[in-house]
């Protein structure tokens, strides 16, 4: 599987969003984290952000909804630039509606669960979509630990699902990075250890190597 490194911008200094993107070139995607302050308890940024970054920045935008109601959104974010929208089995719309949705718009469809949520709640879905993502700390906030109890979960999907990507998102470093690898994961987000890093270019190499090794 091909391994890509996604810097969330939650962790970059929101008074300068485009140089932080500069210093992102060696990523291979960009992940966008959308709360609304109900389904997480924390708020974000939206849709007007992600058009002004798409603006300046030709990385792939890998946009995570945290949010309720993904569906009634998904037009606003594609048109925004979104290259794949991943939302939560856990929100209040319909899987199935919801994937359809995205797919309709011409982008690529991506389900998360939360640590709690079993595997079994994405892959029915996995056919049609492009992306698993795998929580590994509860969603909502920047800088929480790696939790080592997802991990199991990570090589449950990948026995189930060969050839999809599975994301990690959460506490990933140096270190639970190989640890996510090894499970199964092969699309890293990383949004402390990218932007509290003195060089995050570097660091994004690092985290390459280290999920290769
Ligand atoms: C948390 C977000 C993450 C967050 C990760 O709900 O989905 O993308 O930015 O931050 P770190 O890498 O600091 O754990
Ligand atoms: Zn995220």
Redesign the pocket.
């Known amino acids: 599987m091909d391994i890509k490194i996604s810097p ?4 970059a200094d929101f008074a300068n969003l485009e140089g932080e993107l500069k210093k992102c070139e060696a990523a291979d995607l960009i ?1 966008l ?1 959308v ?1 609304d302050g109900h389904f ?1 308890p ?1 708020i974000s940024i939206g849709i007007p952000v992600i058009a002004a970054l798409k603006k300046v920045c030709s990385i792939p935008f890998d946009v ?1 909804l ?1 949010i309720s109601h993904p569906a009634r959104y998904i037009k606003e974010f594609v048109k925004a630039g979104a290259d794949i929208i991943t939302f939560h089995a856990e929100c209040d719309d319909g899987i199935d509606e919801t994937i359809d949705e995205i797919l309709a718009c011409g982008c690529r469809a991506g389900v998360a669960i939360k640590p709690n949520t079993p595997a079994e709640a994405v892959l029915p879905y996995i056919d049609r979509l492009s992306m698993v993502l795998v ?1 590994t ?8 630990s ?1 939790m080592e109890s997802t991990v199991p979960k990570i090589a449950q999907i990948r026995k189930a699902a060969p050839d999809i990507d599975i994301q990690v ?5 140096f270190e639970t990075i190989k640890t996510a690898a090894a499970a199964g994961a092969n699309v890293f ?6 932007f509290n890093s003195e060089n995050p270019q570097e660091t994004i190499e690092i985290l390459r190597k280290n999920a290769q090794a």
Do not use: C, K, R, Y
């Open positions: 969330s911008v939650l962790a992940h984290d709360m997480v924390n995570h945290m929580m700390v509860e969603p909502g906030f920047g800088g929480q790696f998102d959460g506490g990933i470093n987000v990383a949004g402390s250890a990218v």
